[in-house]
T-cell receptor, first 117, second 115 residues
Framework: GAGVSQSPRYKVAKRGQDVALRCDPI?????LFWYQQALGQGPEFLTY????????KSGLPSDRFFAERPEGSVSTLKIQRTQQEDSAVYLC???????????????FGPGTRLTVL | AQSVTQLGSHVSVSEGALVLLRCNYS??????LFWYVQYPNQGLQLLLK??????LVKGINGFEAEFKKSETSFHLTKPSAHMSDAAEYFC?????????????FGDGTTLTVKP
């Protein structure tokens, strides 16, 4: 029951391949976020889940990106037909809060470093 | 819309010297502000957060930050740098009332500590 875990930690894909990145949030955390961190930059928001509901996917860069959290726990970020510009670290974060005043710290996983050749 | 600007992508200090990492934010509503630290090949670790309580916030590892609304700033300080403080630091802003806490991050500041 430690922190947020992500797998794989490293993924190398050939351009055009599909990849799936997994996030195991802290048990009981309602909120789950995915961020993309390009080299030398800060994380950028991709999508947000409250339990199994995907409430915000405004940060997904294209329709090749798809995320799900079917049972409100584990989440998977899928990238279809990967492109070189998809190379980045993908961070997952979870929080037990859904609104202000109820503890809003996000706990981050170690990330998955995706390299598309 | 929210945004964060971290002034100085690289900061170098001597061990024992004051650490000052600058962060300015833009938010249309009262913000929640955070500082995170990231060590190589690791995720982000929360150092401290401002959530509209005290304007001077104390965090872990001797860091603190002061929220100054008039200056829209949330600078991170530590009186005496330690070698173990060398890392990447990110300032982030979140608007809980309208976007469920998703954060907007700055581009980060790399802190180097010289012996």
């Amino acid at each position: 029951g430690a922190g947020v875990s992500q797998s794989p930690r490293y993924k190398v894909a050939k351009r055009g391949q599909d990849v799936a990145l997994r996030c195991d949030p802290i048990s009981g955390h309602v909120s789950l976020f995915w961020y993309q961190q390009a080299l030398g930059q800060g994380p950028e928001f991709l999508t947000y889940f409250q339990n199994e509901a995907q409430l915000d996917k405004s940060g997904l860069p294209s329709d090749r990106f798809f995320a799900e959290r079917p049972e409100g726990s584990v989440s998977t970020l899928k990238i279809q037909r990967t492109q070189q510009e998809d190379s980045a670290v993908y961070l997952c974060a979870s929080s037990h809060a859904v609104r202000a005043g109820k503890g809003n710290e996000q706990f981050f996983g170690p990330g998955t470093r995706l390299t598309v050749l | 819309a929210q945004s964060v600007t971290q002034l100085g992508s690289h900061v170098s200090v001597s061990e024992g010297a004051l650490v000052l990492l600058r962060c300015n934010y833009s938010s249309s509503v009262p913000p929640y502000l955070f500082w995170y630290v990231q060590y190589p090949n690791q995720g982000l670790q929360l150092l401290l957060k401002y959530t509209s309580a005290a304007t001077l916030v104390k965090g872990i590892n001797g860091f603190e930050a002061e929220f100054k609304k008039s200056e829209t700033s949330f600078h991170l300080t530590k009186p005496s740098a330690h070698m173990s403080d060398a890392a990447e630091y990110f300032c982030a802003v979140s608007d809980f009332d309208t976007n469920a806490g998703k954060s907007t991050f700055g581009d980060g500041t790399t802190l180097t500590v010289k012996p």
